[in-house]
């Protein structure tokens, strides 16, 4: 299985611009997607297919990358976008996900 | 507004069954591909399985392969999940979602419903 990894824990300040990272163990094209998890809700979906912004989603919000390597950017960051976000392969089978990097702010 | 409500879930000991029911509302249910996908408590997600828009073909994770059963019934609008045999890993919240065809990516999600499987 293609697997994906994601640093577990970022800290950032309300204002700042963010990086997270995922890395995938092969080439998956442009065929990542990343989601947005809150305490106690169901993922939702931020970017689809590396860059593409998902409907209703804010445009602080982008995602870059091709290939093995990816990142979701958040600029600037508020104090809303504390939650846990995943990344998730679709070019290999199965699809897997990343294993969530949980977003803090200071 | 796209819905999707999970039901069906609890406790069940290991080995007996259990069947999922999703009703979704809100979008043409029979134009999309539909899927579960679990999460084990404070886990990852891991996707379980999917099914055509028409059903006729169906996909699994080859953990479940054999034991789980995805289904719909587009008169209703309603998705399924049959768990059989089932096992103390299985124990996770199950995830309704709508399916990107072509992408493969997850555009709705339900809030979930989770599954306990301990004696």
């Known amino acids: 299985d293609t697997v994906l990894t994601q640093s577990p824990a970022l800290a950032v300040s309300p204002g700042e611009r963010v990086s997270i990272s995922c890395r995938a163990s092969?080439?998956?094209?442009?065929?990542m997607h990343w989601y947005q998890q809150k305490p106690g809700q169901q993922p939702k979906l931020l970017i689809y297919?590396?860059?593409n912004l998902a409907s209703g989603v804010p445009a602080r919000f982008s995602g870059s990358g091709s290939g093995t390597d990816f990142t979701l950017t958040i600029d600037p960051v508020e104090a809303d976008d504390t939650a846990t976000y995943f990344c998730?392969?679709?070019?290999?089978?199965?699809?897997?996900f990343g294993g969530g990097t949980k977003l803090e702010l200071k | 507004e796209v819905q999707l409500v999970e039901s069906g879930g609890g406790l069940v000991q290991p080995g007996r069954s259990l069947k999922l029911s999703c009703a979704a509302s809100?979008?043409?249910?029979?134009?999309?591909?539909m899927a579960w996908v679990r999460q084990a408590p404070t886990k990852g997600l891991e996707w379980v399985a999917s099914?055509?828009?028409?059903?006729?073909?169906?996909y699994y994770r080859d953990s479940v392969k054999g034991r789980f059963t995805i289904s719909r019934d587009n008169a209703k609008s309603t998705l399924y999940l049959q768990m059989d045999s089932l096992r103390s890993e299985d124990t996770a919240t199950y995830y309704c979602?709508?399916?990107?065809?072509?992408?493969?990516?997850?555009?709705?999600w339900g809030p979930g419903t989770m599954v306990t499987v301990s004696s």
């Open positions: 297919k590396a860059s």
């Open positions: 979602t709508r399916d990107r065809d072509y992408s493969r990516y997850f555009d709705f």
């Open positions: 809100g979008f043409t249910f029979s134009n999309y591909y």
């Open positions: 099914i055509t828009n028409s059903g006729g073909s169906t």
């Open positions: 092969e080439g998956v094209n442009s065929y």
């Open positions: 998730q392969q679709s070019w290999n089978d199965p699809r897997t």
